[in-house]
Nanobody
């Protein structure tokens, strides 16, 4: 059974940075990982995704230029470095796994496994 565990969330001041981690455990073959987020009262939003090789990455417009996604396949871990954080970045951040080499568009139903989420709060 696969498990995804997010970590690295917390409270940060506007303009600050956080690095989220998503660690995958259990048997798996090739997989892509996407980060989604959901703020209270809002729909889930795709944030970023990375291919199995790590070569292909994608960013949602809300974080483009402020975030970097990367992965360490030896550690089965994907990272999301978020910089210049804004109060509107406040949300629960989830990572999701899709078997195969590439990310689908940010369609939640296309992802096979999800983590439990980590809270990111940007506030002074």
């Amino acid at each position: 059974q696969l498990h995804l565990v997010e970590s690295g969330g917390g409270l940060v001041q506007p303009g600050g940075s956080l690095k989220l981690s998503c660690t995958v455990s259990g048997f798996t073959t090739d997989y892509a990982i996407a980060w989604f987020r959901q703020a209270p009262g809002k729909e889930r939003e795709g944030v970023s995704c990375i291919s199995n090789s790590g070569v292909i990455t994608n960013y949602g417009s809300s974080v483009l230029g402020r975030s970097v996604i990367s992965r360490d396949n030896a550690k089965n871990t994907v990272y999301l470095q978020m910089n210049s954080l804004k109060p509107e970045d406040t949300a629960i951040y989830y990572c999701a796994l899709q078997f195969g080499h590439y990310c689908s568009d940010y369609v939640a139903a296309a992802y096979d496994y999800w983590g439990q989420g980590t809270q990111v709060t940007v506030s002074s």
